[in-house]
C-alpha cells in the first residue's frame, strides 16, 4: 500500500526503537540514558531517511477535536479522555495536565542534533531538506504549545538529566522562533513532491511551512505578515475540493423534507455541495487539490479513533465529541445566506416533548455545511446504513448529552465495513488559507475585491450564496461574516479553542451548554485565566520552582 500510494506513512514502531519514549515523571522529557548510540546509527542515508518518518509520528491527529470541545462548538463529556472536559467548565486546577508535553520537542531536537553525522555518506541537498521537515514539526509542536500556555521553555537541543532549571521563555521570543523557522524552512521545502521513495506524497511542502507560518501571524494579530503568507500559498496552485457525482446511498437521502429547493438545478446545486464538503475528510478522496497538510495513517495498522469518538452509542461510537446549540445555530438559511433566528430554549423543549412539527423547522433551509457536520434528529446518512435517519435516545450508553452528534469527520465507508478509520486526519487545508487571507488582509486596510474572492470561493463550494457586497461593505461588518464563516468551515477541526481567544470573545460564548429539553449538560464558568492552561504543578515541583505558573491558578 505504502508504495502504490507513494504516501509516506508514520512509522510508530521505527519512532519508539530509535527516540525511546523519556519517563512520563521526568521534566520537560528528558532524553533516557539508553538512545541509540549515534556510533551505530547515523551511518547511511537509509538511516536518516527512516528517522525523520519516524518523527512525522509526532504531527498531531484526532485528538485535535477536543479543541473544539473546549470551545462553544461542542461539548466534550469525558473527563478522562482530554483536559477539554474540565478546563471548558471553568473548574479547573493546576493538576490539569493538557498539552504540556515536549516529547515531540525531544525527538526534533535529537533528529536535528544527530542527522549531520550522515552527511559523508548522503546527498547534502536531501539532508537539508529532511532537516526542514523535521524543524517544521518542531516549529507547529511550539505552536500548539505557546497557544495553550503563553510563555513556554524555548528548547533547541536535547537536554541532560540534570537539566532541570529550564525557566519559561516570553511568548514573543517564542513566536518569533516559530516564524523566523517557518520562514526559513519554507526556502528550503519543494512545493510538491513526485513520490516514491524519498519523495513521498503527504510529506511537509513548502506550501505547509507557508501556511503555518499564516496561521501563526494571524493567532498573533500580525495581520500584514499573516496576508502576505497566505497569499504566497495562494500562489502554489491549491483549489477547494469539490465532487460532480454522488454514490447510489448517497443519493437514496431524502433532502426533500428539510429545504425548500428552486427546480431540480438547485437541489444538485445542494447535494453536490454537501458531498463535496463531507467528502474532503473521507479516505477515498485522500491527497486530493485541498490537502496542504495531513497526519498520514496506515491502512489496517494506524487508525484514527473518529468514527469512535463522534459516533453515539447505538452506532458503536462513544459521543465523546457532539455539537453545542450554539454550532447549530450558527449556519445561515440556504436560499437567502441570512442569519437564521434562533429558537428559544423553552419553545424547542416544549415542541421536542410533545412531538410538535416545529421542533424540525429549525433544521430546515440551512447551509449545506449543516446537514454535513450535525446529525439531529430525522437527518439522513444512507451511506451509513440504508435506510438510516438519525434519532437521539436520552440517556442511553454513550449518547450524546446535547441533542445532537457531529457527522463531519465520521467516514461511512469503516462504518459500513466494521473496520478501524484509517483516513488521514487533516491538518491544514487550503479554505482554512482563504480564510486567514481573508480575515488578515480586511484588518490591514478593509474590503477589497480580493477579500470578497477568497471568501465567494468558499462559498461557492459550499453552496451558499456570494457574499453580499453592500449587506458587508465595511470592514466591522465584514469582521463579523469572516469570523462566522470561519467558524462554521472549520468546525470540529481544531481552531475554535484559539479563535474565541484571540478574538476576545470568550467571556461572552463560553456559557452554560443545553440540549434540545432545555436540560443542562455542561455548567459553565468564564473567567479570565482561562485565556491559558495552566502549567501542571507536578512540572514546576520538579523544576525545583525554576517554572512560574500562569496567572490565576
Same mark, same amino acid.
Not at 124 to 151: H, W
Not at 299 to 321: C, H, I, K, R
Not at 386 to 403: D, E, H, I, K, L
Given at each position: 500500500?505504502?508504495?502504490?500510494?507513494?504516501?509516506?506513512?508514520?512509522?510508530?514502531?521505527?519512532?519508539?526503537? =530509535?527516540?525511546?519514549?523519556?519517563?512520563?515523571?521526568?521534566?520537560?522529557?528528558?532524553?533516557?540514558?539508553?538512545?541509540?548510540?549515534?556510533?551505530?546509527?547515523?551511518?547511511?542515508?537509509?538511516?536518516?531517511?527512516?528517522?525523520?518518518? +519516524?518523527?512525522?509520528?509526532?504531527?498531531?491527529?484526532?485528538?485535535?477535536?477536543?479543541?473544539? +470541545?473546549?470551545?462553544?462548538?461542542?461539548?466534550?463529556?469525558?473527563?478522562?479522555?482530554?483536559?477539554?472536559? %474540565?478546563?471548558?467548565?471553568?473548574?479547573?486546577?493546576?493538576?490539569?495536565?493538557?498539552?504540556?508535553? *515536549?516529547?515531540?520537542?525531544?525527538?526534533?531536537?535529537?533528529?536535528? &542534533?544527530?542527522?549531520? =553525522?550522515?552527511? #559523508?555518506?548522503?546527498?547534502?541537498?536531501?539532508?537539508?531538506?529532511?532537516?526542514? %521537515?523535521? +524543524?517544521?514539526?518542531?516549529?507547529?509542536?511550539?505552536?500548539?504549545?505557546?497557544?495553550?500556555?503563553?510563555?513556554?521553555?524555548?528548547?533547541?537541543?536535547? =537536554?541532560?538529566?540534570?537539566?532541570?532549571?529550564?525557566?519559561?521563555?516570553?511568548?514573543?521570543?517564542?513566536?518569533?522562533?516559530?516564524?523566523? %523557522?517557518?520562514?526559513?524552512? /519554507?526556502?528550503?521545502?519543494?512545493?510538491?513532491?513526485?513520490?516514491?521513495?524519498?519523495? &513521498?506524497?503527504?510529506?511537509?511542502?513548502?506550501?505547509?511551512?507557508?501556511?503555518?507560518?499564516?496561521?501563526?501571524?494571524?493567532? &498573533?494579530?500580525?495581520?500584514? &505578515?499573516?496576508?502576505?503568507?497566505?497569499?504566497?500559498?495562494?500562489?502554489?496552485?491549491?483549489?477547494?475540493?469539490? @465532487?460532480?457525482?454522488?454514490?447510489?446511498?448517497?443519493?437514496?437521502?431524502?433532502?426533500?423534507?428539510?429545504?425548500?429547493?428552486?427546480?431540480?438545478?438547485?437541489?444538485?446545486?445542494?447535494?453536490?455541495?454537501?458531498?463535496?464538503?463531507?467528502?474532503? *475528510?473521507?479516505?477515498?478522496?485522500?491527497?486530493?487539490?485541498?490537502?496542504?497538510?495531513?497526519?498520514?495513517?496506515?491502512?489496517?495498522?494506524?487508525?484514527?479513533?473518529?468514527?469512535?469518538?463522534?459516533?453515539?452509542?447505538?452506532?458503536?461510537?462513544?459521543?465523546? @465529541?457532539? #455539537?453545542?446549540?450554539?454550532?447549530?445555530?450558527?449556519?445561515?438559511?440556504?436560499?437567502?445566506?441570512?442569519?437564521?433566528?434562533?429558537?428559544?430554549?423553552?419553545?424547542?423543549?416544549?415542541?421536542?416533548?410533545?412531538?410538535?412539527?416545529?421542533?424540525?423547522?429549525?433544521?430546515?433551509?440551512?447551509?449545506?455545511?449543516?446537514?454535513? $457536520?450535525?446529525?439531529?434528529?430525522?437527518? #439522513?446518512?444512507?451511506?451509513?446504513?440504508?435506510?438510516?435517519?438519525?434519532?437521539?435516545?436520552?440517556?442511553?450508553?454513550?449518547? $450524546?448529552?446535547?441533542?445532537?452528534? *457531529?457527522?463531519?469527520?465520521?467516514?461511512?465507508?469503516?462504518?459500513?465495513?466494521?473496520?478501524?478509520?484509517?483516513?488521514? @486526519?487533516?491538518?491544514?487545508?487550503?479554505?482554512? @488559507?482563504?480564510?486567514?487571507?481573508?480575515?488578515?488582509?480586511?484588518?490591514?486596510? +478593509?474590503?477589497?475585491?480580493?477579500?470578497?474572492?477568497?471568501?465567494?470561493?468558499?462559498?461557492?463550494?459550499?453552496?451558499?450564496?456570494?457574499?453580499? !457586497?453592500?449587506?458587508?461593505?465595511?470592514?466591522?461588518?465584514?469582521?463579523?461574516?469572516?469570523?462566522?464563516? !470561519?467558524?462554521? %468551515?472549520? /468546525?470540529?477541526?481544531?481552531?475554535?479553542?484559539?479563535?474565541?481567544?484571540?478574538?476576545?470573545?470568550?467571556?461572552?460564548?463560553?456559557?452554560?451548554?443545553?440540549?434540545?429539553?432545555?436540560?443542562?449538560?455542561?455548567?459553565?464558568?468564564?473567567?479570565?485565566?482561562?485565556?491559558?492552561?495552566?502549567? #501542571?504543578?507536578?512540572?514546576?515541583?520538579?523544576?525545583?520552582?525554576?517554572?512560574?505558573?500562569?496567572?490565576?491558578?
Amino acid at each position: 500500500m505504502m508504495n502504490t500510494r507513494s504516501s509516506i506513512y508514520i512509522l510508530t514502531a521505527l519512532s519508539s526503537i =530509535l527516540l525511546f519514549q523519556a519517563c512520563s515523571k521526568d521534566f520537560l522529557e528528558r532524553p533516557p540514558l539508553d538512545q541509540v548510540s549515534q556510533e551505530t546509527f547515523w551511518q547511511s542515508e537509509n538511516d536518516v531517511y527512516q528517522a525523520v518518518n +519516524g518523527v512525522y509520528n509526532q504531527l498531531p491527529a484526532d485528538a485535535i477535536i477536543y479543541d473544539d +470541545g473546549a470551545s462553544d462548538n461542542a461539548h466534550a463529556q469525558y473527563t478522562w479522555e482530554s483536559f477539554a472536559t %474540565e478546563f471548558s467548565s471553568g473548574n479547573v486546577t493546576t493538576a490539569l495536565s493538557g498539552s504540556w508535553n *515536549f516529547e515531540d520537542i525531544r525527538r526534533c531536537n535529537y533528529f536535528l &542534533e544527530n542527522a549531520d =553525522l550522515a552527511a #559523508p555518506v548522503m546527498d547534502e541537498t536531501l539532508l537539508n531538506r529532511f532537516k526542514a %521537515e523535521v +524543524g517544521f514539526i518542531r516549529a507547529f509542536a511550539y505552536l500548539r504549545l505557546m497557544n495553550k500556555y503563553g510563555d513556554v521553555p524555548l528548547i533547541t537541543e536535547t =537536554l541532560e538529566l540534570d537539566d532541570v532549571n529550564v525557566p519559561r521563555n516570553p511568548r514573543a521570543e517564542v513566536f518569533q522562533f516559530i516564524v523566523d %523557522e517557518l520562514r526559513a524552512i /519554507a526556502d528550503i521545502l519543494p512545493e510538491t513532491y513526485a513520490g516514491g521513495r524519498p519523495n &513521498e506524497k503527504g510529506r511537509i511542502t513548502k506550501g505547509a511551512a507557508l501556511a503555518l507560518l499564516a496561521r501563526a501571524n494571524l493567532y &498573533e494579530g500580525q495581520w500584514q &505578515e499573516a496576508a502576505d503568507a497566505a497569499q504566497e500559498v495562494m500562489g502554489l496552485g491549491y483549489t477547494l475540493f469539490s @465532487v460532480s457525482s454522488e454514490s447510489a446511498p448517497n443519493q437514496r437521502d431524502d433532502y426533500s423534507n428539510w429545504v425548500d429547493f428552486n427546480g431540480t438545478d438547485d437541489e444538485q446545486n445542494f447535494r453536490l455541495a454537501l458531498r463535496s464538503y463531507e467528502g474532503l *475528510f473521507h479516505q477515498v478522496n485522500e491527497d486530493n487539490s485541498e490537502i496542504i497538510l495531513d497526519r498520514q495513517q496506515i491502512p489496517q495498522v494506524d487508525a484514527n479513533f473518529l468514527n469512535t469518538y463522534l459516533l453515539p452509542g447505538n452506532m458503536g461510537g462513544w459521543s465523546s @465529541v457532539t #455539537p453545542t446549540q450554539n454550532l447549530v445555530d450558527a449556519y445561515d438559511n440556504y436560499q437567502t445566506g441570512d442569519p437564521i433566528t434562533p429558537v428559544s430554549r423553552e419553545d424547542r423543549a416544549a415542541w421536542y416533548s410533545s412531538n410538535d412539527p416545529r421542533f424540525a423547522d429549525e433544521y430546515k433551509n440551512r447551509d449545506p455545511r449543516f446537514y454535513a $457536520t450535525i446529525m439531529f434528529n430525522g437527518s #439522513p446518512w444512507n451511506a451509513l446504513s440504508n435506510g438510516f435517519t438519525y434519532t437521539w435516545t436520552p440517556g442511553a450508553s454513550n449518547m $450524546t448529552q446535547t441533542g445532537y452528534n *457531529f457527522r463531519k469527520l465520521v467516514d461511512p465507508r469503516f462504518y459500513t465495513e466494521q473496520i478501524d478509520n484509517h483516513a488521514n @486526519v487533516i491538518l491544514i487545508r487550503y479554505a482554512e @488559507v482563504l480564510l486567514t487571507y481573508a480575515e488578515a488582509k480586511n484588518e490591514v486596510s +478593509g474590503p477589497d475585491a480580493s477579500i470578497y474572492d477568497a471568501l465567494d470561493q468558499i462559498r461557492e463550494r459550499a453552496g451558499m450564496p456570494a457574499v453580499d !457586497r453592500h449587506t458587508y461593505a465595511s470592514q466591522a461588518s465584514l469582521r463579523e461574516f469572516i469570523r462566522k464563516e !470561519r467558524r462554521v %468551515e472549520l /468546525a470540529l477541526e481544531g481552531q475554535r479553542f484559539m479563535d474565541i481567544r484571540r478574538w476576545q470573545i470568550a467571556p461572552d460564548v463560553m456559557t452554560n451548554v443545553y440540549d434540545v429539553r432545555n436540560t443542562l449538560a455542561q455548567a459553565r464558568n468564564w473567567t479570565d485565566k482561562l485565556y491559558l492552561l495552566p502549567v #501542571p504543578q507536578s512540572q514546576i515541583d520538579l523544576s525545583q520552582g525554576t517554572l512560574v505558573q500562569n496567572a490565576g491558578y
